[in-house]
């Protein structure tokens, strides 16, 4: 029986890479808004509410992916080295055909973007911005289908040194068709939507190599083929990705609304919950390693049938996400007031930025138990009732809880964010009493 120390140990070695490859994944975004910020407050602004409304539609496909590490890691706990293979094919089959019907569903959302009653200039830059970024959605969602793969048999290096070189990569892009460098005439914001689909492009393209011609991924039949595809491994992969798909479509959407609120009160709260927005992404994506971790360590250990395991590898990973979010609140309070100056130079808006700053930090430890939480319970394949819970934390407590402080009350853009915070503090209490609950008595695991 391993001891909380070794869980640990194992859980942040598992957790370092897969952090660092979504931080580097949300990095591009931050790269993007410094670069779009210089521009102007109002592409910044249109940057904010496309990207809020564009994760909206990919989390979907993004969330079925989520599926393949947990039942992966579950095959390599139970030494069945081949079904790793197979159910990577299925995934791909899955998720590619999702990932077409996304990319029309993106490209035709920018033709209804002028109905969300924001400023006219916000709103013409926003509609082109967000059909360019629907050409991304395929590569990336493929790309994700891989790094589930690896992850699940606890191979997560490879996927975050792509993710890790691609912001160098998106960043010189930018340079090119943002400003108008080396030949090409200044495109703005829609520049930077070149630059991320071209991205994504070759960091899927790159994991596809790597993991078909990798020697050591041999024994789990990675090459790709969709041959003998069977029903029930489809439902099941369906069973278990769509609703982790519509938990973050939930969460993103909840997130996706609060802007569009902010964007009723005026440009500069918009430009400032962009801001605000992309710091609290960087701590999540850190904690969104942290939950895959958590899944594939607890997916692992329900493979073997190892009850003690299965709460010491989820304990371990709650406990990390709480350490490490608390550290970024702290943070956030700390130093509110110089970093949104990194962004834009505009007082209006880093004053404002700075107060969204304060209630981003008491967020931080909810928000890591929730993600935490929703990531362990996916190792035990428990994703249903979660998502229930999703939907009313955020839906039924959170945005209405928003939109009385923020709009009714008149407290602004803070009261906007007050609102999730008490979403994801009942949620992320009720996921910590549903693991310890699922697993305290071995009978309730039913394998």
């Known amino acids: 029986m391993k001891s909380y120390s070794q869980h640990i140990k194992e859980t942040f070695k598992l957790a370092l890479p897969i952090s660092l490859g979504q931080l580097g994944h949300i990095m591009m975004g931050v790269v993007d808004s410094l670069m779009v910020g210089k521009v102007g407050t109002a592409s910044l602004a249109a940057a904010s509410l496309v990207n809020g409304l564009f994760f909206l539609i990919l989390v979907l ?7 393949l590490s947990p039942l992966i890691a579950i095959s390599k706990g139970e030494k069945n080295f081949v079904q790793c293979g197979v159910i990577l094919n299925h995934g791909l089959f899955v998720n590619s055909l999702f990932a077409v019907i996304l990319m029309v569903l993106v490209y035709l959302t920018g033709f209804m973007i002028p109905l969300l009653n924001q400023p006219a200039d916000v709103t013409k830059l926003a509609t082109s911005y967000m059909q360019i970024l629907s ?16 992850e699940g048999l606890s191979i997560p290096n490879p996927p975050m040194v792509i993710a890790l070189v691609a912001n160098f990569i998106n960043a010189f892009l930018n340079w090119t068709f943002i400003y108008g460098n080396l030949g090409f005439s200044a495109m703005g914001l829609n520049g930077a939507g070149y630059a991320t689909s071209i991205t994504r492009w070759m960091m899927m393209t790159a994991l596809f190599i790597y993991v078909v011609k990798s020697n050591k991924l041999i024994e789990y039949y990675p090459a790709l083929s969709f041959k003998n595809l069977s029903n029930k491994l489809i439902s099941k992969i369906i069973r278990i990705g769509l609703p982790s798909g519509l938990q973050y479509f939930l ?23 962009q801001i605000a927005l992309n ?39 709650i406990g990390l996400a709480v350490i490490i979010m608390f550290t970024s609140g702290l943070i956030f309070i700390l130093f509110r007031n110089y970093i949104p100056l990194f962004y834009i130079n505009e007082i209006e808006v880093v ?9 981003a930090a008491m967020f931080q430890i909810s928000d890591g138990l929730q993600a935490t939480g929703i990531g362990v319970l996916r190792g035990l394949t428990d994703v249903r009732i979660p998502l229930l819970v999703s939907f009313a934390s955020y839906w039924l407590l959170g945005i209405p809880t928003g939109y009385l402080l923020g709009i009714v009350m008149n407290y ?22 549903r693991f310890n609950f699922k697993t305290k008595l071995q009978n309730r695991i039913t394998y």
């Open 61 to 67: 496909g993004f969330g079925m992916t989520f599926a």
């Open 135 to 150: 050409t991304s959605i395929i590569p990336f969602i493929i790309f994700a289908c891989y790094r589930q793969f690896l």
């Open 251 to 273: 969460e993103v959407a909840a997130f996706s609304f609060a802007t569009v609120m902010v964007g009723w009160l005026g440009k500069v709260p918009l430009a400032a919950n």
């Open 279 to 317: 710091l609290a992404s960087i701590s999540y994506m850190v904690i969104l390693g942290i939950s895959f971790a958590g899944a594939v360590r607890v997916g692992e250990e329900y493979g073997a049938r190892n009850i003690q395991g299965i709460r010491r590898a989820g304990f371990s990973a």
């Open 351 to 359: 004053e404002t930025a700075a107060r969204l700053l304060i209630v």
């Open 412 to 433: 602004g853009a803070v009261g906007v964010w007050i609102g999730s915070f008490v979403g994801l503090t009942g949620l992320g209490f009720f996921l910590l009493f």
